[in-house]
């Protein structure tokens, strides 16, 4: 079941982060540096158990997916003080996954500083010997779009990557504090967009800068080249795919805006034929065609379609006047566009015959009827049987 968590600012999920910081400093006596120690902040600081064990058997939920990876990668039982890690991410088995053992460790710590509050004391983790005691939050990869996660994940983030350290670290790669998109250099397994890199070590960095092969970059300058690789990965931001078939649409977007704008600035060129021109103009209009196309199905995609009202039911009353239909101006006489009518000398007097053509009053629905006899059975006097013949003489 999932736990309703009402919104926290990012700046106060970074103000606990930098205060809990804060406190392991003080009361371990420590200076905070890279690499942050999460463990230490676990269990000396917070007294909070870790341990590793099969996440799925253990919650009795089976693996389900690609190759069966884990979709539980961790759990937190509140009252137990117990952080529960999925064996696949055991550093010491499984030295690759030190990195994301540290960002699920983090995010645990960001449920317990954010989210502890609204879980009340449940009976069933009341004993410690409990080993069926449910979790007080299971974290699942599938179900990482919820609020309660995504405040976990920005609070591990925080807290791995505190913002003084990484102003630190920037200024010293880069004293000139200039603009760079950089990317590790080796390949990165990213699941929705992928940026090819080109060889261009800083020395002392193992880092690589990122060139998109949607731009032309061959005949910008350094300066150029940052400007537009920082736009380009400013723009995926901005449009932030939240699944595969949004992030190629992201990458067509940002591929067809950049391909329109080097046509039309080709077009600019002064010192070309009429026939470059033209075909310049012609591939620039294609491509924002298609960009316009590419932005309605992303629209649709995500349900920011065109809402349709529909009128069903039209009530008159009386007095009243209604016109139900398309109402159009009438075309000018001898042709011409109607769309302009308002433009012409007679168009206040057939907009006023439209406004105030005199029309019958529809009856209301509730209009009064006559009345009309009932048969009842109440006793009336009925008429002579016998009718008294012309010419008969009285009293005959």
Known sequence: MTKFVSYVPDEAIEKDAQALLAEYAHARGVTIEAPIAIDDIIEKHLKIGIEFDDTHRLFGVPRSGI???????????????????????????????????????????????????????????????????????????????????????????????????????WDEAFPDRKQRVLQPSEPIDHPFVEIARFENRFPGAAFTESDDQ???????????????LSATVAALIGIAPKDELEGMMAAQLVAAHNAAMECYRRAMIGEQTFEGRRENLAQANKLSRTYAALLEALNRHRGKGQQKVTVEHVHVH???????????????????????????????????????????????????????????????????????????????
């Open 67 to 169: 190759g069966f990876d884990p979709d539980i990668l961790g759990a937190i039982f509140f009252e137990q003080k117990r952080i529960v890690i999925d064996e696949s991410l055991d550093p010491d088995a499984n030295p690759a996954k030190e990195g994301r053992y540290r960002y699920t460790a983090a995010h645990e710590v960001g449920h317990w500083r954010l989210h502890r509050h609204l879980f009340g004391k449940d009976p069933a983790q009341t004993s410690m010997l409990d080993g069926n005691a449910p979790p007080s939050v299971i974290c699942r990869t599938s179900q990482a779009k919820a609020r309660i996660e995504l405040q976990a994940d920005l609070y591990a983030s925080c807290v791995l990557m505190p913002r003084k350290l990484v102003f630190a670290a």
């Open 318 to 396: 009386a007095g009243g006047q209604a016109v139900v239909g398309m109402v159009a101006a009438p075309r000018q006489p001898g042709g011409g566009d109607a769309s302009k009518i308002e433009e012409q000398p007679y168009a206040k007097q057939i907009a006023g015959q439209i406004a105030h053509a005199p029309e019958p009053a529809l009856p209301r629905p509730d209009a009064g009827r006559d009345a009309v006899p009932v048969a009842r059975d109440g006793e009336r006097a009925l008429p002579d049987a016998r009718r008294q013949g012309q010419g008969r003489a009285e009293g005959q």
């Open 214 to 228: 949607a731009l032309w970059l061959k005949n910008s300058s350094p300066e150029e080249r940052d400007k537009q």
